[in-house]
């Protein structure tokens, strides 16, 4: 299978397993989308609102507006950090694809998406690997970005450093109120990256 075959498989796969789940009634945010690969999936979607956080800038900031036609208005040009220090927005889904082993403290992430946003929905993927953590963030400023928060988490102390498996991240979420409806890899799917997808929804019974 060539590789353009792969990436064509790897996007379908992606769509049917998580993010078909998107409602068109739902607000979304994306964090980290890169240049638009899975923004252009949830765009199949037709949410009602779908708004990004992206730090890039320059040429990868602008083939990210140029691949999905996504609005200034749509894309809050900074790191997820820089955006939950200013927003308190809530939305129905969180997108987090590709980004958690980007970070030195990937827990404490989590713990804003679920405390700020308060979605009913997140979708999660993650590099599977003994240690996740495959390159610090230098957008994030290291640990000064982390230092720059009025918080020292919200809920319990940050921890720099770590990384998530997919156990772990299931186990953080669940926690908090979360069921996993979905939790599959990339194995036979998009071998050059063996990532873990994770569907979470709000779970009712736990009241």
Request: proline share 3%.
């Amino acid at each position: 299978m060539s590789e353009v075959e792969q990436w064509k498989l790897y996007n379908e796969w992606t769509y049917d397993n998580f993010f078909s789940e998107i409602k068109e009634t739902d607000s979304v945010l994306e964090l980290g989308p890169l240049i638009g690969f899975h923004t252009e999936l949830i765009q199949r979607r037709k949410p009602k609102i779908l708004k990004v956080v992206e730090p890039n800038t320059g040429d990868a900031l602008e083939a990210l507006k140029v691949k999905t036609s996504l609005s200034d208005n749509q894309i809050y040009n900074g790191t997820a950090n820089d955006y939950y220090k200013e927003h308190n927005e809530t939305f129905d889904t969180v997108v987090c694809c590709g980004l958690l082993y980007h970070l030195l403290a990937p827990e404490h992430l989590l713990e804003q998406i679920v405390n700020r946003s308060k979605p009913k929905r997140i979708i999660i993927s993650n590099l599977e690997t003994k240690d996740s953590i495959v390159k610090y963030n230098t957008r994030e400023d290291g640990r000064e970005a982390f230092a720059r928060s009025d918080d020292k988490g919200i809920t319990k102390p940050i921890r720099y450093g770590v990384s998530l498996s997919a156990d772990t991240t299931r186990g953080m979420l669940e926690s908090v109120g979360y069921k996993c409806l979905r939790n599959l890899d990339t194995v036979g799917i998009w071998d050059k990256y063996i990532y873990y997808w994770q569907l979470y929804e709000v779970n009712n019974e736990m009241g």
